[in-house]
């Protein structure tokens, strides 16, 4: 079991029955506070294939697991039902993405389970939502972040609809969701009852929209692809130097004017198709040119010290191995080891916050299936023979 001394969210048990990414991602931000987490998962049958996410030791699910212990159990049998429901009588936490109909068919929703515990957090992540007309549907990323709208204004301008590369509407819900929780932990401290949290990719993705959501909501604009510009603040983008690509971001008179005289071209500031930001969008083009004109003249780290020395965001655009070389992010500790059996001393990424007192901690790596099953089931009061033959009935 991970070591959770003065951890912060230590006193919390959490009963995982998630899968995929979206429900890991939620059960991984309390695992990483010290939360007691149980993954419960199916007995493996010979045969079964791979599961989605990929391999067990693969670098996705190692990532999404760590800090974790395994149980095996059937939740078809009644017997495994019944051992579920004695770990619900002392959890705090349940985490599932099921689709709605399907914990109800196993007797796991919360209206079965808040008599065993009045005190229980319920937290649910599925595609659309739990109620509507497609709380059926299978959720997946990418039909939420087309559902969403991101894929609309993701990409080059005439390119037709882009995803991004990340799972942006499974990560989204699984930390809405972590937060919910906590948010429901926290009220519990003053009513005494739990309560069910839900969240849904497709919620989460339109929540990420942001500002560009408000174009609509508010000033009734639809947002289009605006590629590697920045879609209001102008300019800011891709640009071409004499060895790669920068990212600058100039938003606002002050800073654009900064950026003129960093660039040696303070006739930029001055110019009458740019003085202004209404000006500098409806010329967009144009003026990207005319600054590229002068960042291919210099190499990019020349162009990044100067432009931050004068006060313009500025950065380099690297690939993943380049990013974790950079010094800022070896000094921030985001990538952080843990040992595993099988693949030894094994690279992850952390936390994103970090706290001055409690800090997070990767304390072991993912298990493997029922790595935990007969040291959790003994918890529970079960002996030596009980378990066995459990085994022996395919119930763990």
């Excluded at 990483?32 to 030791?57: F, L, Q, T, Y």
């Excluded at 999404?64 to 009644?78: A, C, V, Y």
């Excluded at 649910?124 to 739990?130: A, M, T």
């Excluded at 102008?234 to 800073?255: C, K, L």
């Amino acid at each position: 079991m991970p070591d959770t001394h003065q951890a912060p969210l230590a006193r919390f048990t959490v009963l995982d029955l998630t899968r995929v990414r979206s429900g890991p991602t939620a059960v991984r931000q309390l695992a990483d506070w010290g939360a007691r987490v149980i993954k419960i998962e199916a007995p493996v049958k010979p045969g079964s294939g791979e599961a989605m996410g990929g391999p067990r030791h693969g670098p996705d699910f190692q990532n999404l697991h760590r800090n974790k212990r395994s149980l095996t159990l059937d939740l078809k049998d009644p017997e495994g039902i019944e051992i579920f429901r004695k770990l619900v009588r002392a959890a705090d936490v349940v985490v599932e993405n099921f689709r709605p109909d399907v914990k109800g068919r196993l007797g796991i929703d919360y209206q079965a389970l808040r008599p065993l515990n009045p005190r229980l957090v319920y937290a649910s992540i599925s595609g659309f939502g739990q109620s509507g007309p497609y709380r059926d549907r299978p959720g997946f990323d990418q039909i939420a972040q087309g559902m969403g709208g991101l894929m609309s204004i993701t990409g080059i301008p005439g390119q037709g609809p882009v995803r991004v590369g990340i799972p942006i509407a499974d990560l989204s819900a699984g930390i809405f969701c972590a937060m919910g929780i906590l948010v429901a932990l926290l009220e519990r401290e003053v009513s005494g009852e739990g309560q069910q949290v839900e969240t849904s990719l497709l919620a989460a993705q339109i929540a990420m929209l942001d500002f560009q959501a408000a174009r609509w909501l508010i000033a009734h604009e639809v947002p289009g692809q605006a590629g590697n510009d920045h879609p209001t603040s102008i300019p800011t983008g891709v640009f071409r130097t004499g060895d790669g690509h920068i990212n600058i971001a100039s938003a606002g008179d002050e800073i654009y004017v900064r950026l003129c005289h960093a660039l040696e071209a303070p006739a930029l500031a001055e110019h009458p198709d740019y003085k202004t930001g209404r000006l500098r969008s409806q010329n967009r083009k144009a003026l990207n040119a005319a600054i590229e004109e002068i960042t291919r003249t210099r190499p990019s780290a020349e162009w990044i010290e100067r432009l931050n020395a004068a006060g313009v965001p500025c950065g380099p655009i690297y690939t993943i191995d380049q990013v974790f070389a950079d010094p800022q992010v070896r000094h921030l500790g985001i990538a952080q080891a843990v040992e595993h059996p099988v693949l030894g001393r094994t690279e992850l990424v952390g936390q994103a916050v970090n706290l001055s007192r409690t800090p997070s901690r990767l304390v072991s790596a993912s298990p493997d299936p029922g790595e935990h099953t007969e040291a959790i089931l003994k918890e529970l009061g079960y002996g030596d023979g009980d378990i066995a033959g459990l085994r022996e009935r395919g119930v763990v």
